[in-house]
């Protein structure tokens, strides 16, 4: 039997493990082929979440009712908005960069 491309070497990291490709996933040309519906399924989960609660948040009756308040302040508002987008956009990128490294040793 002619081995097609190199065994992975066998390191236990959880956190990547079902991200790791096995000899079965690897093709005649050594390209990695790896089933896309976990992923379409996890995306349709966390895009599901987020429709349902947008509409649950705009539908309360705290926010029919309507807040004196909201105008006032809006600077902490924006400080804090973006902070969330830059803690995300971080994790984000820190999470792609191990996935790469990982990938490629």
Not at 78 to 102: C, D, K, M, P
């Amino acid at each position: 039997m002619v081995e097609i491309a190199p065994k992975w070497r066998m390191k236990v990291r959880p956190l990547f493990a079902i991200m790791r490709p096995t000899d079965h996933q690897i093709n005649q040309n050594g390209v990695i082929t790896m089933n896309m519906y976990i992923y379409y399924a996890i995306f349709s989960l966390i895009l599901l979440f987020g429709l349902v609660t947008t509409f649950m948040i705009g539908f309360s009756r705290k926010n029919r009712e309507g807040d004196t308040t909201y105008f006032q302040k809006t600077g902490v508002k924006w400080v804090r908005l973006t902070s969330f987008y830059v803690v995300a956009i971080a994790a984000g990128l820190l999470a792609l960069i191990a996935y790469i490294r990982y990938l490629i040793q």
